[in-house]
């Protein structure tokens, strides 16, 4: 079973910055299709950002120019730094590792904006 660890969840004011990662095992992270997605109260999970194991990155429409997905292959780790943040990035973010057909899900963590 894939192990995804996530951190860097928390309370941030309008306007700040978080960094949530993300780590799994070397032998997943060198094929897998790496990402970030969200899910608010009320609302269907939604992707974030991807990175493939090349580097390729995708991101949504309300998140592209503030938040900026990468990985650290020596780490087995993804990040995504999040700035400008405001009251709608308020979700629980969820690491998800795709490969072919297969993924996997992270616990969740917790972002609130707020102030």
């Known amino acids: 079973q894939v192990q995804l660890v996530e951190s860097g969840g928390g309370l941030v004011e309008p306007g700040g910055s978080l960094r949530l990662s993300c780590r799994t095992s070397?032998?997943?992270?060198?094929?897998?299709?790496m990402g970030w997605y969200r899910q608010a109260p009320g609302k269907q999970r939604e992707l974030v950002a991807a990175?493939?194991?090349?580097?390729?990155?995708n991101y949504a429409d309300a998140v592209k120019g503030r938040f900026t997905i990468s990985r650290d292959n020596a780490k087995n780790t993804m990040y995504l730094q999040m700035n400008s943040l405001n009251s709608e990035d308020t979700a629980v973010y969820y690491c998800n590792a795709r490969r072919d057909s297969s993924q996997s899900w992270g616990q969740g963590t917790q972002v609130t904006v707020s102030s």
């Open positions: 070397a032998r997943i992270f060198s094929i897998a299709v």
């Open positions: 990175i493939s194991p090349y580097g390729s990155t």
